[in-house]
């Protein structure tokens, strides 16, 4: 399994959670729910793998990670397009879909308005009381 990229994107989601968890008085931490971008490439069963070794004697350990996806949408600089790219398929064992990066309508050059994201929507906690 490939796993380096994910566990560092992990790796740096986690050390920010636990920074955060410092201003809160948290017991426990019941689940986190992840957002995450289809142009980061990034594999739901990887991120689960990686969180639980990063988690691993953190205060997150045995929480639940939740994966969003976030759909690629781009939209043109020529024309007035707004919406998915066209996506490749990459034909190999890894079904890894490539985005086309130019405009489905016109063939113009695009910017890409959502689909990069890799970030935490929400966490939740049990406080002690
Ligand atoms: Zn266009």
Same mark, same amino acid.
């Given at each position: 399994m490939r796993l380096v990229h994910e566990v560092s994107v992990i790796s740096n989601i986690v050390s920010a959670i636990l920074k955060e968890l410092e201003n809160h008085d948290a017991?426990?931490?019941?689940?986190?729910?992840?957002? $995450?971008?289809? &142009?980061?490439?990034?594999?739901?069963?990887?991120?689960?793998f990686a969180y639980e070794i990063v988690t691993r004697d953190t205060v997150l350990e045995g929480?639940?990670?939740?994966i969003e996806h976030e759909a690629i949408e781009v939209k043109c600089n020529s024309c007035e397009y707004k919406g998915p790219v066209r996506m490749l398929e990459s034909g190999d064992y890894t079904s890894?879909? $490539?985005?086309? &990066?130019s405009c489905p309508e016109c063939g113009g050059g695009i910017e890409m308005i959502s689909g990069q994201s890799c970030c935490v929507r929400s966490i939740e906690i049990e406080e002690s009381d």
């Open positions: 017991v426990s931490v019941v689940s986190v729910d992840l957002v $995450i971008g289809d &142009m980061t490439m990034l594999g739901d069963e990887q991120l689960i929480s639940k990670l939740n890894h879909k $490539i985005p086309v &990066m």
